[in-house]
């Protein structure tokens, strides 16, 4: 679909739009202060992927986490540039993160099922760091006054989290990994 | 330096954190970063099993804002080496952003307090580059040898503004020069239809730029946005010897209420970050 959308194909970029849409408001939904700001984080986000469609590389991941790789890193710009403040309560944001069944993500994206696998292996307080940093978007110092903990722990929590999405996601590339 | 990728990754870099890691930047560290953005992208997808439809009304703005891309000239060459680093760019641009100004502007300051704030505003943008509009349109006679009878002559800019100008829901805003030495005996107006979206610059005396040096930009301030971040209307040149030019707007997101309009000079392509000296037109609606 984003090779065709690369191409200028209009059938593909309303595709997208009703494939991806969805995934793309429910996280701008999530890391935007308003609904406004969310509409107009959307729209950014839908003009990054028109940009960047012909860079999308198959071999490097589902088309899915290149959208959703897109959205982060224009919801962190805004979140930067807008305001110091977390989008919203941590304590509703936990309540609202829906986590993937680690029987069913791979219907979202075979990388979700990876991740879900890796938090599996997670210490409550270390996934918890992930959510609030990754799915609500709080800096690492917000994290750590939220939940009175020191930075130096959270940061590592954050470090220790991500690199081991990254292995199961790296190894499972591999095949070590995968179920067949 | 996994700590600087992570936060990068996670929250952004500061200035100060971003220079660091420009120094240690290298291939292997490239690599790391795509794949904990990778990482995190997972766990997102992963926590987002649960979604909420897209407002009908959104998506089709969406689809509109796409078709206006995918429109606008050039066309797939936007998609190309230079403009397809524009989702990088934007993160690079964030780590370098500034404070945006607090001052908020009161409806009652009048067109000069408003040009006063908007100045303020741009000291703060943080835009991706932007995409080249057509080349700008001179206020030419027509052309000495007609083309033939059965082949429609397209519309100049210039008759499309006059067209457009004549429609009754149009806008139509005074620009004014600022103090900046490029916009001495700058005179001219925006003309804007908000049902179409599309609108015109059009200009008196505005110095000829070299496009290898620098290029103008225009800026949309749409009321129903945030002021810091006006919306991309494309970057234009002016050829030498030009005294009147016409310059359609190419915005690329959808502009809802134009508050004003700006032209800024820029490094060729637009900017990330806007340089703050050199506005050189302001325009303030109503």
């Known amino acids: 679909m984003l090779q065709r959308i690369a191409s200028g194909d209009a059938a593909a970029v309303r595709e997208c739009i009703d494939q991806y849409g969805p995934l793309v408001w429910s ?118 006054a939220r939940l009175s903990m020191p930075l130096g722990t959270v940061k590592s929590f954050m470090r220790r989290g991500l690199i081991k999405v990254r292995e199961y996601m790296n190894v499972d590339a591999k095949g070590v990994l995968s179920e067949g | 330096m996994v700590d600087l990728l992570i936060k990068q990754v996670t929250e952004g870099l500061s200035p100060a954190e971003q220079r660091a890691l420009d120094v240690l930047d290298s291939e292997v560290a490239s690599a790391y970063s795509r794949d904990l953005e990778r990482a995190a992208a997972a766990v997102m ?36 080496a230079a403009r397809a680093a524009a989702v990088d760019a934007a993160r690079t641009s964030a780590a370098s952003a500034r404070p945006a100004p607090r001052a908020n502007r009161s409806g009652a300051y009048g067109w000069l307090a408003a040009a006063a704030c908007l100045v303020l505003a741009i000291f703060a943008w943080q835009r991706s580059p932007s995409p080249p509009v057509a080349p700008v349109a001179q206020q030419t006679p027509p052309p000495v040898i007609a083309p033939p009878a059965e082949k429609p002559v397209p519309p100049t800019p210039a008759e499309e503004r006059a067209a457009l100008l004549a429609k009754s829901d149009s806008l ?30 059009h200009f008196t005396g505005l110095a000829a730029n070299d496009p290898a040096v620098h290029q103008y930009q225009i800026w949309i301030f749409d009321a129903g ?40 000079v820029e490094k060729p392509g637009g900017v990330v970050v806007s340089g703050r000296e050199h506005v050189v037109a302001l325009g303030a609606a109503g």
């Open chain 1, 27 to 144: 996280i701008a939904r999530r890391l935007s202060r308003t609904p406004s700001d969310a509409e107009d984080a959307t729209q950014e986000i839908f003009l990054d992927i028109w940009r960047s469609a012909g860079r999308f590389d198959a071999s490097q991941g589902s088309d899915k986490v290149f959208i959703a790789m897109i959205a982060r890193r224009r919801l962190i710009d805004r979140l930067r540039k807008t305001s110091a403040e977390p989008p919203m309560d941590p304590v509703e944001a936990l309540e609202t993160v829906a986590w993937a069944d680690p029987g069913t993500a791979s219907e979202t994206a075979i990388e979700a099922e990876q991740a879900t696998r890796a938090l599996a292996e997670l210490r409550p307080e270390q996934r918890q760091v992930l959510e609030l940093g990754l799915l609500h978007g709080l800096s690492q110092s917000e994290i750590a």
């Open chain 2, 172 to 201: 139509k805003i005074p620009l004014a020069a600022t103090k900046d030495p490029a916009a001495a005996g700058v005179t001219g107006d925006v003309v804007w239809d908000p049902v179409t979206q599309r609108g015109f610059l």
């Open chain 2, 45 to 80: 997808l992963a926590g987002s099993s649960t979604q909420q439809p897209l407002p009908a009304a959104l998506a089709e703005r969406v689809a509109q804002q796409a078709a206006a891309h995918f429109a606008s000239p050039p066309k797939i060459g936007d998609l190309g």
């Open chain 2, 225 to 264: 946005r945030d002021k810091r971040y006006p919306v991309d209307g494309g970057v234009f040149d002016v050829p030498a010897n030009t005294a009147e030019v016409v310059v359609p707007i190419r915005a690329e997101l959808m502009v809802r209420k134009p508050a004003a309009f700006a032209v800024t």
